[in-house]
């Protein structure tokens, strides 16, 4: 066996040892905690130190809140020889590293990351990840318009980085295309489960003039303004609000146009189904004028049920429009003259509602003319005694 120089130890020593320079991130083991410093082994000849100022980015948090014995961390090395012996090292400068490397990871991958939202600034928010700045955009922040970014306050995120600029530290989030993605998929399950007549609960999200549009679970149908109430409606608002949870049937759908046409009214409850039981042709009712036209009149005799006034059949007189001597709102007597049941149509007339009131009315009194005597005939005999 040969005696080794002591030139040679230190060799042999020296070889098991890692090199390590500042700046570099490397891994180690933590040994011992006190209240205020971390030891860890990182396979150098001395041991590494972490101080309270560089556990982490949160100054309130000691060794013992986050470390202990046996645990492997990352740490990255402030000095290699701190005066003492020791090596100086930084467990918040290596999550910050991290933090970058995921981030890159997300920008060049499309990987999630996330974050908690800490504030909210003019344009968007702040979100920390492991104490590093991020931004989302008010834009970005989610799919459906947000009116009060003041709720995302304090609620983690899942996020995307859109924008990376490592060398200004500046990085940019977006909620809003994580939620794209989820809106996809739950799109692709929709399209392949819709049925045609079958019922749904939706969530009326915006109205508009022709209709109201309706969440049915990731997805926005259209209830068109015909499609909301049997009874004629001038407004959507009329029949829904927005937030309002609704039972819709589905009318039709077009993947390729990536539309969905909803109904509100069922069907059962048609009126036209049990309208025709009620009426007959020489009828007359009541009705309400509901829309006006060049040729003629539309008056509602039920709910959601309407006949035409021909121009021709408003009045004895010639008028020129309608809207001469009709108002919408009005009531008035209509004769029914016409009733197609297949094509769900009826001919009303008014002038014939006015001449049949009149032919009665002048029957009545041609009977009551004829019901007995006068009031000369009672009293002609007393006049009698006076001649």
């Given at each position: 066996?040969?005696?080794?120089?002591?030139?040679?130890?230190?060799?042999?020593?020296?070889?098991?040892?890692?090199?390590?320079?500042?700046?570099?991130?490397?891994?180690?083991?933590?040994?011992?905690?006190?209240?205020?410093?971390?030891?860890?082994?990182?396979?150098?000849?001395?041991?590494?130190?972490?101080?309270?100022?560089?556990?982490?980015?949160?100054?309130?948090?000691?060794?013992?809140?986050?470390?202990?014995?046996?645990?492997?961390?990352?740490?990255?090395?402030?000095?290699?020889?701190?005066?003492?012996?020791?090596?100086?090292?930084?467990?918040?400068?290596?999550?910050?590293?991290?933090?970058?490397?995921?981030?890159?990871?997300?920008?060049?991958k499309g990987t999630l990351i996330k974050v908690t939202v800490a504030e909210?600034?003019?344009?968007?928010?702040?979100?920390?990840?492991?104490?590093?700045?991020?931004?989302?955009?008010?834009?970005?922040?989610?799919?459906?318009?947000?009116?009060?970014?003041?709720?995302?306050?304090?609620?983690?995120?899942?996020?995307?980085?859109?924008?990376?600029?490592?060398?200004?530290?500046?990085?940019?989030?977006?909620?809003?295309?994580?939620?794209?993605?989820?809106?996809?998929?739950?799109?692709?399950?929709?399209?392949?489960?819709?049925?045609?007549?079958?019922?749904?609960?939706?969530?009326?999200?915006?109205?508009?003039?022709?209709?109201?549009?309706?969440?049915?679970?990731?997805?926005?149908?259209?209830?068109?303004?015909?499609?909301?109430?049997?009874?004629?409606?001038?407004?959507?608002?009329?029949?829904?609000?927005?937030?309002?949870?609704?039972?819709?049937?589905?009318?039709?759908?077009?993947?390729?146009?990536?539309?969905?046409?909803?109904?509100?009214?069922?069907?059962?409850?048609?009126?036209?189904?049990?309208?025709?039981?009620?009426?007959?042709?020489?009828?007359?009712?009541?009705?309400?004028?509901?829309?006006?036209?060049?040729?003629?009149?539309?008056?509602?005799?039920?709910?959601?049920?309407?006949?035409?006034?021909?121009?021709?059949?408003?009045?004895?007189?010639?008028?020129?429009?309608?809207?001469?001597?009709?108002?919408?709102?009005?009531?008035?007597?209509?004769?029914?003259?016409?009733?197609?049941?297949?094509?769900?149509?009826?001919?009303?007339?008014?002038?014939?509602?006015?001449?049949?009131?009149?032919?009665?009315?002048?029957?009545?009194?041609?009977?009551?003319?004829?019901?007995?005597?006068?009031?000369?005939?009672?009293?002609?005999?007393?006049f009698k005694d006076f001649k």
């Amino acid at each position: 066996m040969t005696d080794m120089s002591m030139g040679d130890m230190l060799d042999s020593l020296e070889g098991t040892l890692k090199r390590i320079n500042s700046g570099d991130v490397v891994k180690g083991t933590v040994i011992s905690l006190t209240e205020e410093e971390v030891f860890v082994n990182i396979g150098f000849m001395s041991d590494g130190i972490i101080s309270s100022e560089e556990l982490s980015q949160d100054t309130a948090i000691k060794p013992k809140d986050i470390l202990k014995v046996g645990d492997e961390i990352e740490v990255y090395i402030l000095n290699v020889n701190d005066g003492e012996g020791n090596v100086a090292l930084s467990l918040k400068k290596a999550e910050y590293y991290k933090v970058w490397d995921e981030f890159e990871d997300s920008f060049n991958k499309g990987t999630l990351i996330k974050v908690t939202v800490a504030e909210v600034v003019k344009g968007g928010v702040i979100a920390f990840v492991k104490g590093v700045r991020g931004f989302i955009p008010a834009s970005q922040v989610s799919a459906s318009y947000v009116e009060n970014l003041q709720e995302y306050v304090g609620k983690v995120l899942e996020v995307k980085v859109i924008e990376l600029d490592k060398e200004n530290e500046k990085v940019i989030l977006s909620r809003k295309e994580v939620e794209k993605v989820e809106l996809e998929e739950k799109k692709s399950k929709i399209w392949d489960t819709l049925v045609k007549g079958e019922k749904r609960t939706g969530v009326v999200k915006r109205l508009v003039k022709f209709g109201a549009f309706v969440d049915i679970g990731g997805m926005d149908g259209l209830i068109h303004i015909s499609e909301m109430s049997w009874k004629r409606i001038s407004d959507p608002s009329e029949v829904v609000s927005v937030g309002d949870k609704v039972e819709v049937y589905i009318i039709d759908f077009d993947k390729s146009k990536d539309r969905i046409s909803l109904g509100l009214k069922e069907v059962t409850e048609n009126p036209w189904n049990v309208i025709f039981q009620k009426i007959k042709v020489g009828s007359i009712v009541e009705g309400t004028v509901v829309n006006l036209l060049d040729f003629g009149a539309f008056v509602e005799i039920e709910a959601g049920v309407e006949g035409l006034v021909h121009i021709s059949n408003i009045s004895e007189e010639r008028i020129s429009k309608p809207s001469s001597v009709l108002n919408i709102g009005d009531k008035v007597k209509v004769k029914i003259i016409e009733i197609d049941e297949k094509s769900k149509k009826i001919g009303l007339s008014i002038k014939d509602a006015e001449f049949k009131e009149e032919e009665n009315y002048a029957s009545y009194n041609n009977n009551n003319s004829n019901l007995g005597t006068t009031i000369g005939d009672l009293f002609k005999d007393k006049f009698k005694d006076f001649k």
